[in-house]
C-alpha cells in the first residue's frame, strides 16, 4: 500500500521569493515514481514534475524543482521566484513504476497563497 | 485545445435523478481514468480504462455508478439515483506509457456535481 502525507494544510509566500511544499511518503515498491500536480480553483489538476525513484538527479522543469531524498522518502516540492499565478492548491502523488495498471495515490494537498 | 475536455463542466440535481458525465481523452491516449474528489482532499481512485476494456473499479464505484468506454475513445460515467453524498468533482485523467516505467496522467477540468 501508498501513502503520502502533506503536513502542511496552507502556506503563504510573497510574490518573488522561494517557497518549498512538503511531501513525504510510505510504500514498499521499490521502483516507483512521485508526481506534483498544481490545482487552480477553476478545479483542473495541471502536471508539474515528476521524479523516478531511481532517477539520481532532482528533477527541474522551469521554477519547479522537486528535492528528491530517497532515504527520508520525502519529495518536496521547491517554487522558485513566486508568482501571483502560482496561488493554488498543490497535491504530491505516487504510484509504483509496474508497467500494467498504476493506481496513482494523493496527499491532501497544500492551499499556497502568494501575497503581493 | 487538444487536452483532456470533460462535459458538462457542472451539474445540479435533484436526490434521486439519473446523471452522465462525458470525458474526452487526448487523442492518441489509450489509459483513461476516472477519480472523484470532495472538498479538502485528493482525487480517489474510480476506474481505469485501457482502451475500451475497463481493467480495475474500485470499491468507492457502488452499483450506482457505471463507466464505459465504447471504441476506446472518449468515456462516459452515469450514476443513477443520485446521493447527497454523490456531490463531488469528477475528474477525468488520460495516459500513454511510452515504456515501463511510470506514465504521466493528465486531468481535465473536471465536472462538479451537486445533489440537492
Known amino acids: 500500500a501508498q501513502k503520502i502525507t502533506q503536513t502542511q494544510p496552507g502556506m503563504f509566500v510573497q510574490e518573488k521569493e522561494a517557497v518549498t511544499l512538503d511531501c513525504t511518503y510510505d510504500?514498499?515498491?521499490?521502483?516507483?515514481?512521485l508526481f506534483w500536480y498544481k490545482q487552480p480553483s477553476s478545479g483542473e489538476m495541471i502536471f508539474l514534475i515528476y521524479?523516478?525513484?531511481?532517477?539520481?538527479q532532482n528533477a527541474t522543469e522551469g521554477r519547479y524543482s522537486l528535492n528528491f531524498q530517497k532515504a527520508r522518502k520525502s519529495a518536496n516540492l521547491v517554487i522558485s521566484a513566486s508568482q501571483l499565478g502560482d496561488s493554488a492548491m498543490y497535491f504530491c502523488?505516487?504510484?509504483?513504476?509496474?508497467?500494467?495498471?498504476?493506481?496513482?495515490?494523493f496527499g491532501t494537498g497544500t492551499k499556497l497563497q502568494v501575497i503581493p | 485545445d487538444t487536452g483532456v475536455s470533460q462535459d458538462p463542466r457542472h451539474k445540479i440535481t435533484k436526490r434521486g435523478q439519473n446523471v452522465t458525465f462525458r470525458c474526452d481523452p487526448i487523442?492518441?491516449?489509450?489509459?483513461l481514468y476516472w477519480y472523484r474528489q470532495t472538498l479538502g482532499q485528493g482525487p480517489e481512485f474510480l476506474t481505469y480504462?485501457?482502451?475500451?476494456?475497463?481493467?480495475?473499479k474500485s470499491r468507492l464505484l457502488s452499483d450506482r455508478f457505471s463507466a464505459e468506454r465504447p471504441k476506446g475513445s472518449f468515456s462516459t460515467l452515469e450514476i443513477q439515483r443520485t446521493e447527497q453524498g454523490d456531490s463531488a468533482m469528477y475528474l477525468c485523467?488520460?495516459?500513454?506509457?511510452?515504456?515501463?516505467?511510470?506514465?504521466?496522467?493528465?486531468f481535465g477540468p473536471g465536472t462538479r456535481l451537486t445533489v440537492l
Open positions: 480504462f485501457q482502451n475500451e476494456a475497463q481493467l480495475e
Open positions: 502523488a505516487m504510484s509504483p513504476n509496474s508497467g500494467g495498471y498504476q493506481k496513482v495515490t
Open positions: 487523442s492518441e491516449h489509450n489509459r
Open positions: 485523467a488520460s495516459s500513454l506509457p511510452r515504456d515501463y516505467s511510470t506514465d504521466t496522467q493528465y
Open positions: 521524479q523516478g525513484s531511481y532517477d539520481e
Open positions: 510504500t514498499s515498491d521499490q521502483s516507483y515514481g
